[in-house]
């Protein structure tokens, strides 16, 4: 998948880059000093996985100093480790899948960078079957590197914040692996359930979820594993698993009014009704992120809908991959952890603020651009909220 969309990228180069206003989020934002805030905001990042040896010192611990972590594999069994665990063949490879993933980052920007012009040569030059092994190579590594790149948003400037890790898999290779079945989808809902339940007991206060489980890639998987399914049966079993998942998440969102949890809205360019995906849905202290570029407009990619209150900058956002190197990744997955470390720093100055307090607080101090999407302002955020504390 990520090789069929590389290659129109780059024969478009220039026509999809939009213009770079590196000031306009820079206007916007802030960063906090240590006098400035009360403590550190204990935040989950609920993801593929964190590369713990890139946050020194910003990882949350337990009383015994245990790095606070919980995670499942992709067959959803309890797993609790901060990543996934990858063939030797895959690991053995990270500077190189590192580098096709920042060609990634610039085609989809349609910059025609050297490492963009390296790899559509090499894939021009694989026989079908060896370019289907080296795209489900990156595929995995890119689910691989994920959650890393979240946390690495998240954390940028010196947010006042520790991370809990909570850790979940997707399905990767073609035909997929695994291959979706109703038990798997009963499965994924209580793991998701037990996910949930654990970041809040853990004490986390913002919760980053940069996935959104659609019906549309449960659709695509049973094409692929059971093609022999009839087409009313997998609609069933995508929509069963969306619906199933959805309710839990609701189930635990209220359960939970003192978290405020950061959802991304989804880069299909569509509706969140036709995208239907598991949190297709509004609560108090549930927050759905839109993309926007860097300067404002609306991202093509991104998917809207009423349920999408605020958006951000999810253009080529800084992010370090696995083993530390920086790529420029785009998406909403990169625009709902800005959000989240907007509200981490509204946290470190006003503690008090329940979830949807929070919520309320991020969405009246933005501002709309010009096809009214509005914008998180973290600077006007914190402003805010430190005006609302006695003596701050």
């Not at 009963?186 to 037990?194: H, K, L, N, Q, Y």
């Not at 950061?262 to 202290?285: C, D, I, K, M, W």
Request: hydrophobic share 45%; aromatic share 6%.
């Amino acid at each position: 998948m990520i090789i069929a969309l590389l290659l129109p990228a780059v024969a478009a180069v220039g026509q999809q880059s939009p213009t770079r206003d590196t000031s306009f989020w820079a206007r916007r934002d802030t960063v906090l000093s240590p006098l400035t805030s009360t403590r550190s905001v204990r935040i989950a990042i609920w993801d593929s996985g964190v590369d713990t040896t890139l946050f020194p010192g910003r990882l949350a611990r337990d009383e015994r100093g245990r790095v606070l972590l919980r995670g499942y594999d992709a067959h959803k069994r309890r797993q609790d480790l901060p990543m996934a665990v990858l063939p030797p063949h895959l690991l053995g490879r990270t500077d190189e899948l590192n580098g096709y993933l920042i060609a990634y980052d610039d085609a989809e920007a349609g910059i025609e960078s050297e490492r963009v012009v390296a790899l559509a040569a090499r894939v021009d030059a694989l026989a079908p079957d060896d370019r289907r092994k080296l795209e489900d190579a990156i595929g995995e590594w890119s689910g691989f590197a994920h959650g890393t790149g979240v946390t690495d948003i998240a954390l940028t400037g010196g947010t006042p914040a520790e991370v809990v890790i909570a850790r979940m898999e997707w399905w990767h290779g073609s035909p997929p692996v695994p291959c979706w079945s109703r038990e798997l989808a009963v499965r994924e809902a209580e793991s998701i359930g037990d996910l949930l339940a654990f970041v809040v007991g853990a004490g986390a206060r913002v919760v980053n979820m940069s996935w959104n489980r659609a019906e549309h890639s449960y659709l695509g998987n049973l094409a692929e594993c059971a093609p022999e399914m009839p087409a009313e049966e997998r609609r069933a079993l995508a929509r069963f698993t969306v619906d199933t998942i959805r309710a839990v998440l609701q189930q635990g969102m209220r359960s939970a009014p003192q978290v405020l949890f950061v959802g991304a809205a989804g880069n299909a360019g569509t509706s969140l009704e036709a995208a239907n995906p598991a949190t297709r849905f509004s609560l108090p202290n549930f927050l759905l992120v839109g993309a926007v570029d860097s300067a404002g407009a609306r991202a093509r990619f991104t998917n809207t809908g009423p349920e999408v209150t605020l958006f951000a900058n999810g253009f080529r956002v800084p992010a370090r991959l696995p083993g530390g190197t920086f790529s420029f990744p785009s998406g909403t997955s990169m625009a709902a952890p800005l959000v989240t470390r907007a509200a981490a720093m509204v946290l470190a100055v006003n503690p008090a603020l329940t979830g949807a307090e929070l919520r309320r607080l991020l969405e009246a101090t933005s501002s709309a651009n010009a096809t009214g999407d509005r914008l998180l302002h973290t600077a006007r955020a914190v402003r805010a909220a430190r005006g609302t504390v006695p003596g701050r």
